[in-house]
Nanobody, 127 residues
Framework: QLQLVESGGGLVQPGGSLRLSCEAS????????IGWFRQAPGKEREGVSC????????NYADSVKGRFTISRVNAKNTVNLQMNSLKPEDTAVYYC????????????????????WGQGTQVTVSS
């Protein structure tokens, strides 16, 4: 069974940090680009960050550049999202997603490219 499971969400004060992880089971992430998306209540799902199959290309939404860092550990079939300097507007459900790609140095920030999705983890930034 193909599955993505996110972890690491929670409640944090503004300025704090969280590290989200996404572990794949039932398939290997080696040939997949991976993305993190988020959806706040009443808003559309938006791309936060993505990482290419090779790991050499990363993209970030303007709103998180300089604060979030995506990384992948293929040996552990895992992708991480380190989130620093969190703001209340970062509050959302965060999802990881993947798609198979033949292009090692590209990743997409649009959700319709993605084939597999996790169930999401809640991140709440509040004092």
């Amino acid at each position: 069974q193909l599955q993505l499971v996110e972890s690491g969400g929670g409640l944090v004060q503004p300025g704090g940090s969280l590290r989200l992880s996404c572990e794949a089971s039932g398939f290997t992430l080696d040939n997949h680009a991976i993305g993190w998306f988020r959806q706040a209540p009443g808003k559309e799902r938006e791309g936060v960050s993505c990482i290419s199959r090779s790991g050499g290309t990363t993209n970030y939404a303007d709103s998180v550049k300089g604060r979030f860092t995506i990384s992948r550990v293929n040996a552990k079939n895992t992708v991480n999202l380190q989130m620093n300097s969190l703001k209340p507007e970062d509050t959302a459900v965060y999802y990881c997603a993947t798609y198979f790609t033949a292009f090692p140095a590209m990743c997409a920030m649009t959700p319709y490219m993605y084939q597999y999705w996790g169930q999401g983890t809640q991140v709440t930034v509040s004092s």
